[in-house]
């Protein structure tokens, strides 16, 4: 069992930037590759970012690669995601998942979910 608690959001302006951890509880957390998700109003939730167990192997979408930067430290038992050159658009609710697999984008194939953190960017 992992319970994943977000935190860091906030409102900040375009071109701003944002660090969002992922705390999580239970010693087997770094068995797990971790993704980060979000959401906006009527939007389907989308794929952000992920790093496989060791940080070995990291994957970002397309739409924030070269601004987003994922990181873990297992010792600490949390998953960061620094975040620069916010844009409006990515303003959503970001959620940090935990996945009994290697890095992969599909919501469908993760175990654990936090409860999300808000992120406003103004413009």
């Known amino acids: 069992q992992v319970q994943l608690v977000e935190s860091g959001g906030g409102l900040v302006q375009a071109g701003g930037s944002l660090r969002l951890s992922c705390a999580a509880s239970?010693?087997?957390?770094?068995?797990?590759?971790v993704g980060w998700f979000r959401q906006a109003p009527g939007k389907e939730r989308e794929f952000v970012a992920a790093?496989?167990?060791?940080?070995?192997?990291?994957d970002y979408a397309d739409s924030v690669k070269g601004r987003f930067t994922i990181s873990r430290d297992n010792a600490k038992n949390t998953v960061y995601l620094q975040m620069n050159s916010l844009k409006p658009e990515d303003t959503a609710v970001y959620y940090c998942?935990?996945?009994?697999?290697?890095?992969?984008?599909?919501?469908?194939?993760?175990?654990?979910w936090g409860q999300g953190t808000q992120v406003t960017v103004s413009s």
């Open positions: 998942a935990a996945a009994w697999l290697t890095v992969v984008r599909d919501p469908r194939t993760y175990n654990y």
């Open positions: 790093i496989s167990r060791s940080g070995g192997n990291i």
């Open positions: 239970g010693r087997t957390f770094s068995m797990y590759s």
